[in-house]
């Protein structure tokens, strides 16, 4: 079975500072692809940041960076220089055989200014 | 680039009434999928569409619930009869293709509440 888990339901953090939002999957294929999906209270989801498995490189999108350690299957995301604009439901997700992607359930990140 | 289109928004329906929505991919975009969103959870897979064909329907309540996409281009999810656990929004997204990096285009959503 696929599987995505996200252990915090909820993250806050202070405007300009740093946070990390956590996530593990459960995959015994090879080759997969993981994705940060971010959806604002307005619901249209839209991607933050993917990474390939293959590639031992984090991935890197301006304040936006992962942490993939392959061995834990874990798949963390960090925001630095937190905005109020980032506050947003957090949807990590998975994607192995032809694009089926697999979500956690999600954490809410609230940005206090 | 013009994004996903889904209609209606909203919609709210008695229990064993019937449900259509509509979802128009972004031009070009060969993949299309339905997701069910229950309030709380992440997105849930209901079908897959390759061009015209079905390409994963493994978590479709068939029972009830229908998806066709004609010509390739827009899809049509129907629900009949709805169930009060099947109020949910409802995401239609799509891809250039199969390929596993693709990214998917989330439409905004429609958000059923079945009484």
């Known amino acids: 079975a696929q599987t995505v888990t996200q252990s915090q339901p909820e993250m806050s953090v202070q405007e300009a500072e740093t946070v990390t939002l956590s996530c593990t999957y459960d995959t015994s294929e090879s080759d997969y692809y993981l994705f940060w999906y971010k959806q604002p209270p307005s619901r249209q989801m839209i991607l933050v940041i993917r990474?390939?498995?293959?590639?031992?490189q984090n991935a890197t999108e301006n304040r936006f960076s992962v942490n993939f350690q392959k061995a834990a299957k874990s798949f963390s995301l960090k925001i630095s220089d937190s905005q109020l604009g980032d506050a947003a439901m957090y949807f990590c997700?998975?994607?192995?055989?032809?694009?089926?992607?697999?979500f956690g359930a999600g954490t809410r990140l609230t940005v206090k200014p | 680039e013009a994004g996903v289109a889904q209609s209606p928004r909203y919609k709210i329906i008695e229990k064993r009434q019937s449900v259509a929505f509509w979802c128009n991919p972004i031009s070009g975009h060969a993949t299309l999928y339905w997701y069910q969103q229950i309030l709380g959870q992440g997105p849930k897979l209901l079908i897959q569409?390759?061009?015209?064909?079905?390409?994963?329907d493994s978590q479709l309540p068939k029972d009830r619930f229908s998806a066709e996409r004609l010509k390739g281009v827009d899809s049509t999810l129907k629900i009949q009869p709805a169930k009060l656990e099947d109020s949910a929004v409802y995401l239609c997204a799509s891809s250039p293709g199969r390929v596993n990096y693709n990214e998917q285009f989330f439409g905004p959503g429609t958000r059923l509440t079945v009484l």
């Open positions: 990474q390939e498995a293959y590639k031992q």
């Open positions: 997700a998975s994607s192995y055989n032809n694009n089926d992607m697999r």
């Open positions: 569409f390759q061009n015209n064909g079905v390409v994963d």
